[in-house]
Each structure stands twice: as structure tokens, then as C-alpha cells.
């Protein structure tokens, strides 16, 4: 019997979010996981995906690979396909050309290996490429690629930001925030003040990702408006953006009589602080001229 096999749909949804929105770093679930991928269920199969982003685990790779290409349910090939944008990031923050030397080998022990990092590369792109592929399928494997700041990965952005479907749009502008690369930055700009919701909202919070100062002001603006979603959503990326002038301007919101304002604004201090901690500040408060700027 599989782990799970005597649970019932609710309470194997209950596990499994407890498992995705947990903080219990010190269980192995990823063998759970691997089981529950194989569940009659869509919305099992959808959780399992998700938690199954902390385990970028080779062994996984053949199954995502099918399930993204094949599975029942539309809604549970775009989740395996967020899933292998993992390894997407974990090839990108490897060194494979570097030579460790005598240390090779105990440097390498947690690498994922490159001829997997170029299976999912190669597989993501041939995704994308596929125009009998559903949109979903072919957007979302464009976010998973966007960890890739490479000339071939940006063509694919450009090209789903000149899409006429809204969703792909969304999908380019998500990716731009992740890249963080200058060259994206008149877009984000421009989008934030689109006059469709679901283009400014994602411009809002890939903003924010990017640390793109530029536009701070006009978030400002917007964590002012009458829309509750939008609003949160512009304090957050704020804090994520920072400076001397944020930081008191998400002062003042902590005190604001809304209590969804004050809680958010408190959250995007604490990211603010975080992140300014992170950095190494010379005697000035300024960063050191060897460092690279966000």
C-alpha cells in the first residue's frame, strides 16, 4: 500500500497543506510527495506538485516531465511545470565550469547535476515552442525559464508581452520581475499604469521583485487607492524596493486606521530590514564600491 492509500480526499488535502504552508524543515516528505503524484485525484496531485518545489530531486524529473505533458487535469500540468522551474533555478545558481580542485567532490554533492539542469532547459523551451500545447502550458513554462537571464529566454518574453492574450501578458511581465533586468524596466513602468487589472497587479509585484526604484513613486500612489488587492500589493512591493524615503512612508501606513494596512505595511518593514541587513554597509551606510548594486 502507498503512503496515503487509506486517507480520505480531505484528509489527504489537509496533510498535504499542511505540509506546502508548514515550516516543519526537518521532515523528509519528498517520497509522500512522489506518491500522492500518482493520486486519482486532480486537486491531491496539485498540492503534492507544490510541495514538491523544496525537493528538486533528479528521480523527479521523468515524472514532471510526463505529468506536464500529460496529465488528465489542465489545472495539474501547469503545476508540474512551476515545479521544474526549480531546477531551472538551481542550475542557474550552480558554477559547472568552475574547477573546485581537491574540494570537487564534496562541492558538488548537493549540485543538481548539469545534464539534468539541460533536460529540463531543453524541455521547458520545446514546451514553449509548441504551439499545439495549451497557453497555460506554454506561459507558464516561460516563468520557469525567467531564472535565466539569457538572450534566447528574453526572445520568449518579448515575444509572450507582445501576445494578444491577457494571460500570456501576465506571464511576460511575472517574468520580467524575476529577471530583475534593466531593460524590462520601461515595461514595468508603463504597466503600471495599464488599464487592465490583471497587467497592472502583475507589474505592481514584479516591481517590487525586480527592486526596480524607479518606481517607487508611483507605488506610492497606488498603496493609496481604493482597491484593498492592489493596494497590499503596492506596500509589499515597496518594501521589497526600500530607501530612506519608503521606509518612512511604510511608517506612516503602520499607523493607518485600516488594519490589513498596518499589517502589511509591518510586513514590508520587516522585508525592508531584512534585506538591508543582508547587504554589507561600509561606516558611511553606503554600500562598498566592490559591491554590486540590487
Request: hydrophobic share 40%; charged share 35%; with cysteine.
Amino acid at each position: 500500500m502507498k503512503n496515503g492509500e487509506h486517507l480520505t480526499k480531505e484528509e489527504k488535502i489537509g496533510f498535504l497543506t499542511h505540509v506546502v504552508e508548514g515550516e516543519d524543515y526537518s521532515t523528509d516528505y519528498w517520497p509522500v510527495l512522489r506518491d500522492y503524484l500518482e493520486d486519482k485525484d486532480a486537486q491531491v496531485r496539485s498540492l503534492a506538485l507544490d510541495g514538491l518545489w523544496d525537493y528538486p530531486a533528479p528521480e523527479l524529473i521523468a515524472p514532471l516531465f510526463e505529468i506536464a505533458r500529460n496529465d488528465p487535469s489542465q489545472k495539474v500540468r501547469p503545476k508540474a511545470i512551476v515545479t521544474l522551474g526549480r531546477y531551472i533555478y538551481e542550475g542557474n545558481m550552480a558554477v559547472y565550469d568552475f574547477d573546485w580542485g581537491a574540494m570537487e567532490e564534496l562541492m558538488r554533492e548537493d549540485e543538481l547535476p548539469e545534464e539534468d539542469f539541460l533536460r529540463v532547459k531543453d524541455f521547458l523551451l520545446e514546451l514553449v515552442r509548441d504551439e499545439g500545447q495549451p497557453l497555460d502550458s506554454r506561459r507558464f513554462a516561460i516563468e520557469a525559464l525567467s531564472f535565466l537571464n539569457e538572450p534566447e529566454v528574453q526572445d520568449l518574453i518579448e515575444a509572450a508581452y507582445a501576445h494578444p492574450d491577457v494571460n500570456m501578458k501576465v506571464s511576460a511581465i511575472f517574468a520580467m520581475g524575476r529577471q530583475g533586468d534593466q531593460r524590462w524596466a520601461d515595461s514595468l513602468l508603463k504597466e503600471l499604469d495599464s488599464e487592465v487589472k490583471e497587467l497592472q497587479y502583475e507589474a505592481v509585484r514584479s516591481a517590487g521583485e525586480a527592486c526596480l526604484d524607479k518606481a517607487a513613486p508611483r507605488l506610492k500612489d497606488l498603496a493609496l487607492v481604493d482597491d484593498k488587492n492592489l493596494q497590499l500589493e503596492a506596500i509589499w512591493a515597496l518594501g521589497k524596493i526600500g530607501g530612506e524615503s519608503v521606509s518612512e512612508f511604510l511608517y506612516d501606513l503602520a499607523d493607518d486606521e485600516d488594519g490589513e494596512v498596518r499589517e502589511m505595511a509591518e510586513a514590508a518593514l520587516e522585508e525592508l530590514n531584512l534585506w538591508s541587513e543582508a547587504l554589507e554597509w561600509d561606516e558611511f551606510g553606503q554600500l562598498g564600491e566592490d559591491d554590486e548594486s540590487w
